[in-house]
């Protein structure tokens, strides 16, 4: 599996925006990036994905870079809701891993009020 | 639409007893995953069926987890006998399978094995 490193974790301030890292220089044609995060005591829940073009959604917006070894999560305007553990995850979408989605360590993102 | 059910919500076992824990995934989702998610770490796939047929179980430890998906649908994952190791939170997931759509999480049953 194609893998992705982030930050162990992140600080930011309430109201403020939140840039969110992650590398995937292994990155195949096929891989989508997909954003999951994981409030406490919760099961994650899916934020945002793409595969080449920037993505906006009513939760974030994603931007990748042009050779796509790297992504960025933005959180416009960070709430302490926000308050989580970040998973960048890559998914082939060829179908010869049958869509499998493997989590890595994530970043731990604490928002200060 | 209703999200992914588990049950139960905690369980606490003695070890090498067994346990048993239920997820009904989002209907007409042909994808499901079993995790388990130790304290403090990412998720770990265990096993992930398309349909009623399992595509991928190589983390799950064979000789004591044991997973079912009767017609496609629900699903039981089994742990006999249990180990302390085994204490963790087990989080089943499905999925559509077109390409590249989210998948959707239960919120899980946290297994303490004293």
């Known amino acids: 599996d194609a893998k992705t490193t982030q930050p162990n974790s992140m600080e930011s301030n309430e109201e403020e925006p939140v840039h969110l890292p992650c590398n995937h220089s292994?990155?195949?044609?096929?891989?989508?990036i997909h954003w999951y995060r994981q409030l406490p005591s919760q099961g994650p829940e899916y934020v945002i994905h793409?595969?080449?073009s920037n993505v906006n959604n009513r939760m974030a917006s994603l931007a990748i870079a042009e050779d796509r070894k790297s992504s960025t999560l933005i959180l416009h305007r960070a709430t302490l809701r926000d308050a989580a553990v970040y998973y960048c995850?890559?998914?082939?979408?060829?179908?010869?891993?049958?869509?499998?989605?493997?989590f890595g360590k994530g970043t731990l993102l604490t928002v200060n009020p | 639409e209703a999200g992914v059910a588990q049950s139960p919500r905690y369980k606490i076992i003695e070890k090498r007893q067994s346990v048993a824990f239920w997820c009904n995934p989002i209907?007409?989702?042909?994808?499901l995953y079993w995790y388990q998610q130790i304290l403090g770490q990412g998720p770990k796939l265990l096993i992930q069926f398309q349909n009623n047929g399992v595509v991928d179980d190589s983390q799950l430890p064979k000789d004591r987890f044991s997973a079912e998906r009767l017609k496609g649908v629900d699903s039981t994952l089994k742990i006999q006998p249990a180990k302390l190791e085994d204490s963790a939170v087990y989080l089943c997931?499905?999925?559509?399978?077109?390409?590249?759509?989210?998948?959707?999480f239960g919120q899980g049953t946290r297994l303490t094995v004293v």
């Open positions: 793409g595969l080449t």
């Open positions: 209907s007409g989702h042909a994808t």
């Open positions: 997931a499905s999925s559509s399978r077109l390409l590249g759509t989210e998948a959707f």
């Open positions: 995850i890559l998914r082939d979408s060829s179908g010869g891993s049958n869509y499998k989605l493997t």
């Open positions: 292994t990155i195949s044609g096929t891989d989508y």
